[in-house]
């Protein structure tokens, strides 16, 4: 039995779209005409996708926090005892994503052919990471399947609080920054403007920083809008050139050189390496295979490249914490507990737990990074402010001072 996306036309002449399954496109056809519903398309949900101009699947995006609560669905129906094929269709079902609900009835009919779940996910590589596969295979290899579905959402939810942790706490000084130079642009641009004509008949030369502010107030007015069109087109140009590895990479060099920014990249791709190493050592998955795979999550590409030198020299015999110690870009308590795991047997227990504190570490310096921030932010703009104002007074005090 297969899924079939249809367009009718009901016996009022509204459109209708939807999602049937049955054997065939004629079963499909007799079902919805007793439903009083006369088709006018149809198609598998599979060919559907495999269509190169017309994909629904090909370059789309489904959520994170959807894939999360269908990988947990799946995962609790599993266990009960149902079917696979039965779970994903329940699953498609209950969630109101259309992607995701066609992906998931796409994913059941390559199921009921006889394919592996994995392979059917392999259909799919820009909706499923090769992690998410890799994981999948090995459950499906140790009959422990639930487990690690269970493990996979798991990851999943903490991948995305952590996400929205870290954009959260950059929305205030984002907000603070955009309000500080919008005020200075209209102080700028309208205030001074107002204010310099008053000296325009003033027989003394005007202070230094009087004339500085008004000929910024003068070029933003004629010239500002230059100054916006450059800014984009500078941020067109920058996102091009990182289109090539190799100015990506040497981008993401500098980005590991700046002291705070290095931090917090580093923290991330650390925590993010170590939960997704964790979870396929958890899963079954071999050492070197699972480090191969973990280097794919990897965001900043010369960490990606060390874990991947680094995968080399473990497939040569050496440890994996001295391998990975020999970068100097991973932190030391990753190593200390990655080196713990390996001598304790427990690797995917240690890798759990150097995750868990990479991914505070990183939470508690946004906290402290934002909080600092703030202020200093609040500060800068009452600097501006404050130096406007005393521009604009400076040639009055110096005309009292000329009238005594």
């Known amino acids: 039995m297969g899924a079939f996306e249809y367009t009718a036309l009901d016996q009022g002449g509204r459109t209708k779209k939807g999602v049937a399954m049955g054997e065939s496109p004629r079963e499909v056809r007799l079902t919805l005409k007793k439903q009083g519903l006369s088709l006018l398309t149809i198609q598998e949900v599979r060919e559907k996708n495999q269509q190169k101009n017309i994909g629904v699947f090909r370059g789309g995006h489904v959520g994170l926090a959807d894939l999360t609560l ?25 969630t109101s994503q259309k992607r995701l609900r066609l992906l998931m009835l796409a994913v059941r009919t390559q199921v009921l052919e006889g394919q592996s779940f994995s392979s059917a996910l392999a259909s799919y590589p820009h909706l499923f990471s090769d992690l998410y596969r890799e994981t999948v295979a090995s459950g499906e290899q140790t009959g ?34 955009v309000f500080a130079l919008g005020v200075t642009v209209a102080l700028l641009t309208y205030v001074v403007p107002e204010v310099s004509k008053v000296f325009a008949d003033f027989d003394h030369d005007l202070p230094a920083l009087t004339r500085a502010l008004i000929s910024l107030s003068q070029f933003i007015r004629h010239y500002g809008w230059l100054v916006g069109v450059g800014m984009v087109l500078l941020w067109i140009g920058f996102n091009m050139m990182l289109r090539n590895k190799v100015a990506r990479f040497r981008f993401h060099q500098i980005l590991l050189w700046l002291p705070l920014v290095r931090t917090l990249v580093r923290g991330m791709d650390a925590a993010r390496f170590a939960r997704t190493f964790g979870i396929l050592a958890a899963s079954g998955v071999p050492a070197l295979e699972g480090m191969e795979i973990s280097a794919r999550v990897l965001v900043n590409l010369p960490m990606k490249r060390a874990v991947e030198r680094a995968a080399v020299k473990v497939r040569e015999g050496g440890s994996i914490h001295l391998a990975l110690s020999e970068t100097n870009l991973f932190p030391p308590m990753l190593i200390h507990l990655v080196a713990s795991g390996e001598t304790s047997g427990n690797l995917a227990g240690m890798l759990d737990r150097a995750a868990e504190a990479q991914e505070q570490e990183v939470e508690t310096f946004v906290a402290t990074l934002t909080g600092l921030m703030e202020p200093l932010l609040i500060l800068m703009m009452g600097g501006v402010v404050v130096t406007i104002v005393i521009a604009i007074l400076l040639p009055v005090f110096e005309l009292n001072t000329l009238i005594k």
Request: charged residues 25%; hydrophobic residues 45%.
């Open 144 to 177: 422990k399947l639930e487990n690690v579905l269970e493990r996979l959402a798991d990851y999943l939810e903490n991948s995305r609080k952590l996400k929205q942790k870290v954009g959260l706490s950059m929305i205030y000084p984002m907000v603070v920054l």
């Open 70 to 94: 269908a990988t947990r669905q799946l995962a609790t129906l599993v266990r009960a005892g149902l079917p696979l094929a039965e779970a994903l269709e329940a699953v498609s079902r209950q």
